[in-house]
Every structure is written in C-alpha cells, then in structure tokens.
C-alpha cells in the first residue's frame, strides 16, 4: 500500500486537557487575526447528559486499498498559546480503488448526484442554522463534557448546542464510538450523531447560495458547504486534546447502497497516533 498526503481546512479552540503532544515540528505562521464569536459553552455540570455506545454495526474497515496519512496540520505554532492546538499526530485512512484525495475532500463520483464523502476538520463551533447564519457560532456538542468513566462521555450542554441543536436538521441522539489508535490499546473515544439535511429544502434560498454546517479555518480556507438537499452527515467529534477533530463522512440521497457501504468501509478503517 502506498502513502499519500491531504489537505484539510480548520480551526483550534481549547477543550479537553491530557498529558502528551504531538511529535511534529512547530509551524512559524500564525493563526487568523480574525475568527468568529462563538455563544458561551454551558457550564452546568450538575444535569450532565451520558452518552451510550453506538448501538449500530462496527464498520468492517476497507481490505483492499491504498492507505493514506493525514498529518495534523494544527500542531504547535510558534508564538501562539498551546491551548489554541489540536492534540494529535496523524491519521490513517484507507481507500478502494475509485476513489479521489482531494485537497479537501476525500471521495467517490465528487460533486456528482451519487456522492460519497469523507473530510476531517477542526473548528471553533457550528452554525445554528446552517441556511440562515447570522450572529454568533453555537460551542460544539463537546466543548464542556466530563467522562463518568473511562469509556465513556457525558455532555453538559445537550441538547441546546453544537450540530445537535441546528435548526432545520434532524439529529440523532448522540452516541459514542472508538476511533483506533496503534499506540494506545483503548483508542480514541468520539461522539457519534447523524444528522440530514431537510430533503425538501432549496439550498439556492439558503445564505449565498449554500449549506454549510461550520466555518473554516479563515481567509482562504473553505468551509464545511458541501451539501445537498436530503444528504446524510455521519459527524464524529473526536475526544483529542485541547480541541475535537471532527470526521464527517457523508452520502446523498442519490448514492448507491454500494458506495454508501464503500464510505462506511472507508470510515471504519481510520486510525489515528494521538502522540
């Protein structure tokens, strides 16, 4: 198998906090002067929401494909807080053959009505309405969360913030999974929701033209727009250091059963070295 490289787009707000970073070395640009307001995380710790396991089948991760490393490209920056990092090295993925690597998005029939997509992505928040983005970013569903115990998450703000709360979506109830990780035999916690986009929507109508769920990472950097009329976002928020990454694999209401199983496949076979 051979090894590629990715682009993806983001940003880096402080979250949890472990001991641990990234072996990578500091980057000498600096971050956006500008970045968008974003609500108050809730801070009431006492009605704190446990999240279950995912309840559905494990994907059976792609066995015949090319693997691809992601570097984490939010790594330390010179002169800039620590806390403002994403905690984590690398990430793995492998694809079947078909399918592009993009500089955003990773992919089966791109931009065409029988899409499959998976992006990775730090960012500061979600918009509360992905149509209609006026005022300030929501804080993401795992900004103020505590782990009741060592499997497991628990949310302070559910359901009133992040992807769980945007209007017009229908979102499941949030559920946790595991994403691999080579150095560490307990892997990486994450919260799991699936979230649609309202099939009869008119995505013209919408705020320029477009979807989108969260910004990017600045100017220059393209937002999370990707969306049709009817798509379905499988978002994992990974419990990394400092701040989530987040995973969105995503399907049309045009894709075949077989690429959908492909983009399970694809989603199923990321590993990740935390540090």
């Known amino acids: ?32 002067a500008e970045t968008p307001t974003v609500m108050p995380a809730p801070t ?7 999240l279950a396991p995912f ?5 059976e991760p792609v066995s015949d494909g090319t693997t691809h490393r992601y570097v984490n490209p939010h790594g330390p920056i010179v002169g800039v807080d620590a806390n403002s990092t994403s905690d984590y090295r690398w990430i793995e993925y492998t694809v079947p ?14 931009g065409e009505p029988g899409e499959v997509a998976l992006s990775f992505w730090t960012a500061p928040g979600v918009y509360p309405d992905p149509c209609r983005r006026g005022g300030d970013l929501s804080p993401l569903d795992l900004t103020n969360h505590g782990h009741p115990d060592s499997d497991g998450l628990s949310l302070a703000g559910y359901p009133d913030v992040g992807l769980s709360a945007q209007q ?12 691999g990780d080579p150095t560490d035999d ?21 705020d320029e033209g477009v ?55 694809v989603l199923g076979s990321i590993v990740m070295d935390r540090w």
């Open 211 to 265: 979807y989108r769920a969260w910004p990017g990472f600045g100017e220059g950097y393209p937002p999370n727009d990707n969306h049709v009329a009817g798509q379905t976002d499988i978002v994992y928020q990974v419990d990394v250091d400092l701040t989530p990454l987040m995973i969105d694999a995503s399907f049309r209401p045009d894709s075949s059963p077989e690429d959908v199983e492909e983009l399970h496949s």
């Open 55 to 59: 309840e559905g089948a494990q994907p």
């Open 97 to 110: 053959d078909g399918w592009e690597v993009g500089d955003t998005y990773i992919g089966k029939n791109l």
């Open 186 to 206: 307990r892997g990486t916690i994450a919260l799991r929701v699936e979230l649609t986009v309202p099939a009869d929507l008119d995505v013209a109508t919408c």
């Open 1 to 32: 198998m051979t090894l590629g490289t990715i682009l993806i787009s983001g940003v880096v707000l402080p979250a949890c906090t472990a001991g641990g970073s990234p072996d990578v070395a500091a980057a000498t640009a600096t971050p956006p």
């Open 44 to 50: 009431d710790t006492e009605a704190m929401f446990a």
């Open 168 to 179: 017009g979506r229908e979102a499941s109830e949030p559920q946790t999974v595991v994403i």
